[in-house]
């Protein structure tokens, strides 16, 4: 009867529970669209590598949901009970093996024999990988790929020869060494070339440098051919012959330019065409192949021809093809892998290869029994491991467990302060990032540093508590990986992204205030380029004007001439940016003086008014669309982005981000002492050190500057004070007064009796 499977949702995923092996067994036949996962890469996994291996069937470097099935599959027919998957053992109880099983039963006690183990009602994968590596090292295999050394002395260097004569194949133990195939093809090749070097007094019909003189001939032949059919030419045509020759003008054009000439002389017949067809050696032009035909005279055509004056058209034609019949036949000779053997291929020893074959045939015969090896590793590598994975794969409780790490995990990053539990292997960055991206989550890409003894890699690392701000590319850390060893870590890339609702309000005041500076920054730096630029014309045309003045002498008193129209003054120099800074002084001063005319209208409770307000404004929008943001953190997209295929969104939840992100408090015992410990230093050190001079000075006439404005800007409340007090006198008082506050004198009465002049 059927289990009845259990789901249940972790951080807003729905994701089936499986927490023994009999409920994977149901656990499998569910719908793919159900699993969390339906397909994962290899790289990536921290489990064991053979069993990753086993897993991925057709060897492509990725773990579907069929693979997963055949392996659930192959695990409960091997199985009668699941006591050891359950538990995630790596030692096999025989006992437990299902009837069926007899391959796996019958390679344990192999093996128990080979290790000579006392306790033989269970094995282990270490028992397992031990005695098959001593297997593989006396030269059993299985795969009748033997190495040399596990052969006869007497036939161990013609294994050697054999194997450098042919590819190389390397047996499961990685020995390169003799196969089957190899004796065969040996055999065929040996037999093909013995009969070929049978041909060769037949064929060498000018002795051992008959290979030198058809090269030799070659060479050649495209002068030879063409002077015979010159010669066939002007037999036929006897006035071709003046064709033949060069004409006067391109000679004397020629002489001038050494490449033309050689160009013309190069058109040339290597001698006087003949229409008898036949080559008189001392007729020879001496032409650009004189040299090379004359060699071939001497070396090859007077010793085959036995005729040192002359070379026919018919020896020429023989000669070429045998010439044709030699190379053809030692091109197939060097096309031999066994070209090499040909002096010695006769003497070798049908027996030896005998040896030889029936070493590999014995090999071959153990395949069986080593198979069932392998399927016994298997058994105990799915045992261990194939319920964890199930958990990381057709679900994944293990991602929200502190006491567990998932298999997609490669350790715990400490960083700022905080400890950023979730990391997963990244091959390609940039793809990772353009995924990364699309999403609301906060991620760091870390460079783990490695060791002299391992090789480094690059994690992605979801930040889920703190400030982004803290962080920044080049910031360093150290890198735990599951196995608890360190590395250095450095930051190489960030994904910025809002880590809380804080940080999200107040992000456009950072912004704001990033703004600010940068445009102040700018305003001064072309202020100070403004302000070179003026002080450098000013010095070039006072240095002008006093250098004129010099060079021109003194002149006679003339009439004056009228004077010109005055030129408007230049704006420049130091004169018009005083006078801007002026301006722009006096702007400002107008600018602040208008504010504080206007705060001084407002009580306090207005202005705390107006400022909770003008915030609100800006963040409430940005906290709602943060809130959004965290609401929609999927870390999903960091598993995709290493290749992950998932079926069901991984939301960041709140009390996921606290397990993935910490800040670890002070121990329980610990007391915090707040007392500033530098205090006490710098009292040494100012003990200790020499005095230095102090302006004080300036910073007395910059606080009685102060002072003074902020006098002078509330002049008028302390001015009536003052007076209500009777601290001032009358006049003094009227001076004081605001010219609008002044009472008003009232106007005389008109005269009694009449309003016309007395």
């Known amino acids: 009867m059927p289990r009845q499977l259990v789901y249940r949702r972790y951080g807003g995923s729905l994701q089936v529970s499986i927490p023994s092996f009999e409920v994977l067994v149901e656990a499998v ?36 949901v069929m693979e997963v099935r055949q392996a659930v599959r192959f695990t409960a027919e091997h199985l009668r009970s699941f006591q050891g998957a359950d538990a995630g053992s790596d030692v096999l109880v025989l006992d437990l093996l299902a009837d069926g099983a007899v391959r796996a039963r019958d390679a344990a006690g192999l093996l128990l024999d080979t290790l000579k183990a006392e306790d033989r009602t269970r094995i ?82 000018w002795g051992a440098p008959s290979v030198e003189r058809a090269r030799r001939i070659q060479e050649v032949r495209p002068l030879l051919d063409t002077y015979f059919l010159q010669c066939r030419l002007i037999a036929a045509q006897p006035e071709a012959v003046t064709s033949l020759k060069l004409d006067g003008g391109r000679v004397q054009g020629a002489l001038g330019d050494l490449q033309a000439l050689s160009r013309v002389v190069s058109e040339l017949p290597v001698a006087p065409p003949e229409p008898g067809g036949l080559l008189r050696w001392s007729r020879m032009y001496r032409g650009p192949a004189f040299e090379k035909l004359d060699a ?67 090999d071959l015969a153990r395949k069986d029994t080593l198979g069932a090896v392998e399927d016994l590793e298997r058994l105990i590598l799915y045992q261990r491991w194939l319920l964890t994975f199930a958990n990381n794969f057709i679900s994944m409780p293990d991602l929200y467990q502190t006491k567990r790490r998932a298999l997609v995990e490669r350790g715990t990053l400490i960083l700022g302060g905080r400890r950023y539990r979730l990391s997963v292997l990244v091959k390609d960055r940039a793809a990772h990032s353009a995924l990364t991206n699309q999403g609301t989550t906060c991620t760091l890409y870390v460079q783990v540093i490695a060791r002299e003894d391992g090789e480094s890699y690059e994690v992605a690392v979801p930040v889920t508590r703190g400030r982004s701000t803290e962080l920044s590319v080049g910031k360093r850390g150290v890198f735990y990986d ?243 007090r009777q601290w001032m006198r009358g006049a003094m008082c009227e001076w004081g007064r605001a010219p609008g506050t002044a009472p008003a004198t009232p106007p005389a009465a008109p005269a009694p009796g009449g309003s016309g002049a007395p």
């Open 124 to 205: 282990s994968l270490e028992q397992v990988r031990a005695s098959d590596r001593a297997l593989r090292e006396a030269g059993h295999n299985g795969d009748g790929i033997v190495a040399p050394a596990f052969l006869p002395a007497a036939v161990q260097p013609l294994a050697v020869r054999l194997m450098a004569s042919f590819p190389e194949v390397k047996n499961r133990a990685g020995q390169p060494g003799v196969e089957l195939l190899t004796l065969q093809r040996f055999r065929e090749e040996r037999r093909a070339l013995l009969a070929h070097l049978a041909e060769r007094a037949s064929v060498l019909v």
């Open 29 to 64: 036949h569910i719908p793919e669209t159900q699993w969390l996962a339906t397909a994962c890469p290899v790289e990536g996994l921290t489990c064991d590598r053979r069993f990753l291996e086993y897993l991925d069937t057709d060897k492509n470097g990725r773990i579907r």
């Open 296 to 362: 071939f005279r001497r070396d090859v055509a007077v010793p085959v021809s036995n005729d040192q004056a002359t070379l026919s058209d018919a020896s020429w034609r023989e000669m070429s093809a045998r010439a044709d019949a030699i190379l053809a036949w030692q091109a197939r000779l060097e096309a031999s892998p066994l070209r090499d053997w040909a002096d010695v291929l006769a003497t070798i020893s049908e027996s030896d290869l005998d040896a030889i074959e029936a070493k590999c045939r014995e």
């Open 482 to 724: 599951v196995e608890q060893r360190e590395y250095d870590a450095v930051v190489t890339q960030i994904v910025r992204q809002p880590v809380s609702l804080w940080e999200a309000m107040t992000m456009p005041f950072e912004r704001i205030g990033k703004f600010i500076s940068s445009k102040i920054e700018g305003m001064a730096a072309a202020g100070e380029k403004s302000l070179d630029e003026s002080l450098e014309k000013s010095y070039a045309h006072g240095s002008g004007v006093a250098s004129a003045a010099v060079a021109t002498p003194a002149a006679a008193p003339t009439a004056p001439a009228p004077a010109p129209v005055a030129a408007a003054a230049p704006v420049g120099g130091p004169g018009g940016f005083l006078a801007a800074t002026g301006i722009a002084f006096a702007a400002v001063g107008s600018s602040l003086a208008f504010i504080v005319s206007q705060v001084r209208s407002l009580t306090v409770f207005d202005v705390l008014t107006a400022l909770i307000i003008a915030a609100a404004v800006v963040m409430l929008p940005s906290g709602l669309l943060g809130w959004l943001k965290l609401r929609k953190r999927n870390l999903a997209l960091l598993l995709e982005g290493s290749g992950w295929a998932l079926n069901d969104q991984l939301m960041l939840t709140r009390d996921l981000a606290m397990l993935i992100t910490r800040r670890p408090r002070l121990p329980k015992t610990a007391t915090v002492d707040r007392a500033d410990m530098l205090r006490s230093a710098l009292v040494t050190v100012h003990e200790d050190d020499e005095g230095e001079p102090r302006s004080w000075g300036l910073g007395f006439f910059l606080i009685l500057a102060a002072l003074a404005a902020l006098l002078w800007q509330f002049r008028e409340p302390i001015a009536r004070e003052a007076c209500s």
